[in-house]
């Protein structure tokens, strides 16, 4: 059973001013939690008598057990999966030596926080660990943004910092590529396999600051017969170049 006032501190933390006071955010159905589980302890779980019995786990002091009802008034979801859980925020260490071991990804104001979430996902999947992200870019630890991470948020790191002082703290070593409609053919460029590589604001693209630091512009072309689209998703366009990356890097 969960109680009125416990549902009400879970349904705060919707909002990213309390995420940080608090020091924690929401993660949800068993996947999501399970890979945060593995690499976190989590300060609360509100989960039904089925999870908790798939777990093999009794219920400690802060958790609840609920009924399919109670979770979802709890939830953030349309159709809540089980469980849901609470863990500390991160603070990861990171910074711009990253760039110079492997790819790293930027985002510069990217807005939506599912577009986020699937940035992450996507990061994880071609073995990105580090997200560096400018202010004004969405918060990685909102419930919509942890949910379309698919459990992803356990193993990159996001980090809020300034993207200038980021690109300007690189040796010169370092490649930085922004992605633009006035940048190169990213299938007809030199591509490495460090460096960082920038994705821009889904209206407005790289901001003119950050894209006069970059040494390098790409572009991922369009072979529509009409011309009609054109952009692409900044999620889909991430995914894209990331993908081409290391096809040429392998």
Excluded at 113 to 119: A, F, K, S, V
Excluded at 209 to 232: F, K
């Amino acid at each position: 059973m969960i109680g009125k006032n416990k549902i009400k501190y879970i349904r705060s933390l919707e909002l990213r001013k309390n995420r940080e006071h608090e020091g924690v955010f929401v993660a949800e159905g068993p996947k999501v939690v399970a890979d945060l589980m593995a690499v976190a302890r989590p300060v609360m779980t509100v989960g039904t008598e089925e999870w908790f019995a798939s777990r093999g786990a009794e219920p400690g002091p802060a958790d609840a057990v609920v009924t399919d009802d109670e979770l979802r008034r709890a939830s953030f979801l349309q159709h809540p999966q089980q469980v849901m859980a609470l863990f500390p925020l991160p603070r990861p260490a990171v910074g711009a030596e990253a760039c110079g071991r492997g790819l790293c990804l930027a985002l510069d104001k990217v807005q939506d926080p599912g577009n986020l979430g699937t940035i992450i996902r996507v990061a994880d999947w071609f073995g990105i660990s580090t997200i560096f992200c400018a202010k004004g870019t969405a918060d990685a630890f909102s419930p919509k943004a942890v949910q379309a991470t698919m459990g992803s948020i356990a193993r990159v790191s996001v980090v809020y910092t300034d993207l200038c002082a980021l690109i300007d703290a690189l040796p010169p070593s370092v490649p930085v590529y922004a992605t633009s409609l006035d940048g190169r053919n990213i299938y007809e460029q030199e591509l490495s396999a460090n460096g960082l590589i920038v994705m821009g604001n889904e209206g407005n693209g790289v901001s003119p600051e950050v894209a006069a630091r970059a040494g390098r512009s790409v572009y991922i072309p369009s072979y529509s017969p009409t011309g009609a689209i054109d952009s692409l998703n900044v999620a889909i366009a991430t995914a894209v170049t990331c993908a081409e990356f290391r096809r040429r890097c392998r």
